[in-house]
């Protein structure tokens, strides 16, 4: 059974009765205007840590509970259900009648990213704990690891000194420069960023550079270039396989990759029998290619373009 929380703690509790000054709200409205003076009457060591901060009686015990985005949140869910009569919307439109619930928001959101100082700051007692803003790039730059890289993109041999974090997609486009491959939604989903690791089709974006330390890359790039096409790309021109084009680079690498997977008689979700080579028809080719979206729908006209470089009449 979940404890009853305790009255200090409880978001939905009834405001406080006493008055609410501006300055005594400062804690909670960071982002919506900075307090006039420092109130030498506000909180102050743990011993205020239940006095209520908000014009909605949180406390600061609240904040570092909850973070001011959540209670913000909180205190939004609690004036959804009554926006005009609701009491912390009241107390702090009594504060600030110019306030609309969109400051609100932003406001959330600003917390939200600042949350862990300011809940630093409030924990030292003192608005003037603030200054502990600029430590904390200081100490995440203490984190970071560099690694040493050798990839072999499109024959070439490119050594380089990489963040761990590096994703093969950010260091292919923003440290070789080849932009060709593209970035869709950096989350393994849409495929724009398919390249082929070692002969095999993979999502860029969701590997880290520092795992294919040695690996033979073929981008978009080394495919074929404008005056040699690739005949998968060659064949995309032919059938109109594109609108926009910020999908294709993506779609002609996993296109190429399927054909290998095909002759190397790699069934897949649709192959009627795994123990008998796939064959080349549109529904496996459809299946094949689910990875690599195209929001501007040349699905048809790609499948036809990877039948025909197949050697089968599209
Ligand atoms: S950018 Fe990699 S899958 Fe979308
Ligand atoms: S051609 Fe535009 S997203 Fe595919």
Redesign the pocket.
């Known amino acids: 059974m979940p404890s009853a929380p305790s009255p200090q703690h409880d978001p939905m509790r009834a405001p406080s009765a006493e008055p609410v000054s501006r300055d005594a709200v400062a804690p909670i409205s960071v982002g919506l205007r900075a307090p006039a003076t420092t109130p030498s009457s506000s909180v102050q060591g743990d011993e205020n840590a239940s006095t209520p901060v908000t014009g909605c009686g949180a406390s600061r015990s609240d904040i570092s509970a909850h973070g001011c985005a959540h209670l913000v949140a909180e205190r939004l869910d609690h004036a959804d259900a009554t926006p005009a009569s609701s009491a912390p919307w009241q107390a702090l439109q009594a504060l600030d009648p110019a306030l609309t619930r969109r400051h609100v928001l932003v406001a959330g959101g600003a917390c939200a990213a600042g949350v862990g100082l300011s809940t630093e700051a409030l924990a030292q007692g003192s608005p003037s704990a603030a200054p502990a803003v600029p430590s904390a790039p200081v100490a995440q730059e203490k984190l970071v690891t560099l690694s040493r890289v050798t990839l072999q993109v499109n024959g070439q041999s490119h050594t380089l000194e990489l963040d761990n974090r590096t994703s093969l997609?950010d260091a292919l486009r923003e440290h070789l420069k080849l932009t060709g491959t593209?970035?869709?939604?950096?989350?393994?989903?849409?495929?724009?960023?398919t390249v082929l690791l070692d002969g095999r089709r993979v999502?860029?974006?969701?590997t880290l550079a520092v795992m294919h330390d040695g690996a033979q890359l073929t981008t978009i790039e080394g495919l074929g270039q404008p005056d040699r096409l690739h005949p998968m790309q060659a064949a995309f021109v032919r059938h109109d396989g594109y609108q926009c084009g910020y999908c294709t680079p993506g779609q002609i690498c996993s296109a190429v990759a399927v054909l290998d997977e095909l002759r190397a008689g790699v069934p897949s979700h649709v192959s009627p029998d795994l123990n008998v080579r796939p064959l080349l028809s549109a529904e496996e080719l459809r299946e094949r290619m689910s990875g690599n979206l195209c929001r501007c729908g040349a699905y048809s006209n790609i499948i036809d373009a990877i039948t025909e470089v197949a050697g089968r009449p599209a």
Do not use: E, I, T
């Not at 593209?182 to 960023?193: E, L, P, S, T, V």
């Not at 999502?203 to 969701?206: D, F, I, M």
């Open positions: 997609l593209k970035k869709g939604c950096d989350h393994g989903q849409c495929g724009a960023c999502n860029s974006c969701l």
